[in-house]
């Protein structure tokens, strides 16, 4: 069988036996993986402290190609992120990358750019220069970005229409604003404030252009932002079919 090393974050660590441990992986070759680490709840493990949630590492894995938890051999640690678990907001705002990413990214499903954000992301809340849930809400956009889930923000999705001024509405099955006469055929839509759906237009457009949004939040009020978490809650709670366990916090 071969062996690989591979890019991870760890985003979910569970215990098997009295000494051996399942992780979890983003991976950056091949989305998620799920291994088991023999021996990895000894003191004196092979793996050290690198099976941490959260880590980022390099690791070195016997892939099962026939499916199955692939074996562990051994790990390094590349990047530690010792502030952010240090404070709690920061914290919060990993763990929720953690559990989008363990959620959403599906095995042999490889997403290097995902990847990339997401360690950019730890690194920004442990950098503590962001606000952490402002900082999500990039993370988010990223993230639906990558897996095809782009919310269209600039004109009707039904007629094209380009999106007027004033309040307009969000319809999540079709994942973008609706004009009034369009919004009749749609089952679950939202409204939105301009000041929302308009920063939510220039963040993804930030994205999409290889900057990062926060020259377009550093100039938004609170309450513009909190509409935007909350609109971006709803919809990634749509498009999966249940609330991530830590948007209670972010939308706060
Ligand atoms: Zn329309």
């Not at 004109?155 to 004033?166: D, F, I, T």
Request: proline letters at 3%; one cysteine or more.
């Amino acid at each position: 069988m071969p062996l690989e090393t591979v890019d991870a974050l760890v985003v979910r660590v569970s215990d098997w036996s009295e000494t051996s441990r399942i992780v979890t992986l983003f991976t950056r070759q091949h989305g998620k993986m799920r291994a088991l680490a023999k021996g990895g709840r000894r003191l004196r493990s092979p793996f050290e402290s690198s099976l941490d949630l959260l880590n980022h590492d390099r690791m070195v894995l016997i892939r099962k190609l026939t499916g199955g938890l692939h074996l562990l051999t051994e790990s390094s640690q590349v990047g530690r992120f010792s502030f952010l678990k240090r404070d709690l907001e920061a914290l919060n705002g990993a763990y929720l990358v953690a559990e989008l990413l363990g959620d959403w990214v599906e095995e042999n499903d490889p997403h290097p750019a995902l990847f990339d954000a997401a360690v950019t992301c730890l690194q920004d809340l442990d950098g503590g220069a962001w606000q952490p849930k402002d900082r999500l809400v990039v993370f988010e956009l990223k993230l639906l970005l990558e897996l095809g889930y782009r919310p269209e923000l600039s004109g009707c999705v039904g007629c094209g229409k380009r999106a007027e001024r004033g309040v307009a509405a969000f319809a999540f099955a079709s994942g973008g604003l609706v004009c009034r006469e369009c919004r009749r055929s749609q089952r679950g839509w939202r409204e939105l404030q301009e000041s929302c759906w308009k920063l939510a237009g220039a963040l993804v457009a930030d994205l999409e252009a290889g900057r990062d949004g926060s020259g377009e939040l550093g100039s938004v009020e609170e309450a513009t932002r909190r509409e935007v978490r909350r609109w971006l809650g709803e919809y990634l709670s749509w498009i999966r079919g249940r609330r991530p366990r830590l948007l209670g916090w972010q939308e706060g």
